[in-house]
C-alpha cells in the first residue's frame, strides 16, 4: 500500500488568500496527479508530473499552479483564492509509468472553502 | 477523446439484496485500461479493480463482481448481498494505452447506500 498524505483535511479561508496544499508520498512513484471533486462528485483531472521538474495541466483549467522540486512533495498553489475555488482536492500517485493501467492511490483530500 | 458514463447517479437498497452499478465508456483505441474505486465517506478514493481490453474474463472477487462486455462498451459491477459498510461513491475509470501520459478518466460516480 501506498502511502500519500495530504493537509490540510479542511481550511476555511477568506477571499484574496495565497493558499498551499500539500500533498507527500512516501513510495518513490513518479507520476502524480491533482484532481478537483465538484459537489456532484464529478472528478477532474487539473494538474500532473510524471517527475521531479515536471508539471502539466489537466482537463480542467484551474488557476492553481503546482511545483514539483522533490519526488514525494507534489503541492498545490492558489495565489488568490476566490469562493469559486471552493472543492474538494484530491492528490493521487501511480507507481507504474507506462501504457496507462497504472493504479492510483489517492489521499483523503483537502476540503477548501472559500469564504 | 475518451468518456466514461455512470447513469445511476444514487441507488438506495436494503441490506443483504444485490445491485449492479453501470458504467459505459467511450473510447478510440483498441487498448485500454478500466478501473472502479471506491470512496467511502472518509473521502480516500480506494482501487477496486482494474482491467484490459483484452481481457473480457469476468472477475469475482468476494461479493463483487465485474462484468466486462467490449461488444456493448459496459464495465459494470455487482455487489452481491450488500452490506452497510458498502455505502459509498463508486467511480468507474478508463485509462487509454496510446496515451499513458494522461491521467485516468473518471465516470461522474454512483452513490451507493445500503439501509439496514
Known amino acids: 500500500e501506498a502511502d500519500i498524505y495530504q493537509t490540510p483535511r479542511y481550511l476555511v479561508i477568506g477571499t484574496g488568500k495565497k493558499i498551499t496544499l500539500e500533498c507527500s508520498q512516501t513510495m518513490g512513484h513518479d507520476k502524480m496527479y491533482w484532481y478537483q471533486q465538484d459537489p456532484g462528485m464529478e472528478l477532474h483531472l487539473i494538474h500532473y508530473s510524471y517527475g521531479v521538474n515536471s508539471t502539466e495541466k489537466g482537463d480542467l483549467s484551474s488557476e492553481s499552479t503546482v511545483s514539483r522540486i522533490r519526488t514525494e512533495h507534489f503541492p498545490l498553489t492558489l495565489e488568490s483564492a476566490r469562493p469559486s475555488h471552493t472543492s474538494q482536492y484530491l492528490c493521487a500517485s501511480s507507481e507504474e509509468t507506462t501504457g496507462g493501467r497504472e493504479k492510483l492511490f489517492f489521499g483523503s483530500g483537502t476540503q477548501l472553502s472559500v469564504l | 477523446a475518451q468518456k466514461v458514463t455512470q447513469a445511476q447517479t444514487e441507488i438506495s437498497v436494503v441490506e443483504k439484496e444485490d445491485v449492479t452499478l453501470d458504467c459505459v465508456y467511450e473510447?478510440?483505441?483498441?487498448?485500454?485500461?478500466l478501473f472502479w474505486y471506491k470512496q467511502p465517506p472518509s473521502g480516500e478514493l480506494v482501487f477496486l479493480i482494474r482491467r484490459n481490453s483484452f481481457d473480457e474474463q469476468n472477475e469475482i472477487s468476494g461479493r463483487y463482481s465485474w462484468n466486462f462486455q467490449k461488444s456493448t462498451s459496459s464495465f459494470n459491477f455487482t455487489i452481491t448481498a450488500s452490506q452497510v459498510v458498502d455505502s459509498a461513491v463508486y467511480f468507474c475509470a478508463l485509462s487509454e494505452f496510446y496515451t499513458g501520459r494522461r491521467a485516468l478518466t473518471f465516470g461522474s460516480g454512483t452513490r451507493l447506500q445500503v439501509q439496514p
Open positions: 473510447t478510440r483505441d483498441t487498448t485500454y485500461y
